[in-house]
């Protein structure tokens, strides 16, 4: 799973980002991958269910556009 956003500069950090809940609790947090504006997180499961993506952004102020794709 991967999420792109804009914008995006060094000073952003782990300040933006997802994570992923199934009825179990936390499936996986989406990590930086070394291309700006980009978070992602791969995970395996066969419990059936509803899954929740929080997506976050702790920056005072930003405003963020963004896009999540399987």
Do not use: C, H, W
């Amino acid at each position: 799973m991967r999420m792109y956003f804009t914008p995006d500069n060094p000073s952003i950090g782990d300040g933006v980002g997802f994570t992923v809940y199934g009825p179990a609790g936390k499936v996986a947090t989406g990590k930086t991958t070394g291309t700006p504006g980009e978070r992602a997180a791969t995970f395996q499961t066969n419990v059936a269910g509803k899954y929740l993506i929080q997506v976050y952004n702790y920056i005072e102020g930003l405003t963020i556009n963004y896009t999540i794709i399987q």
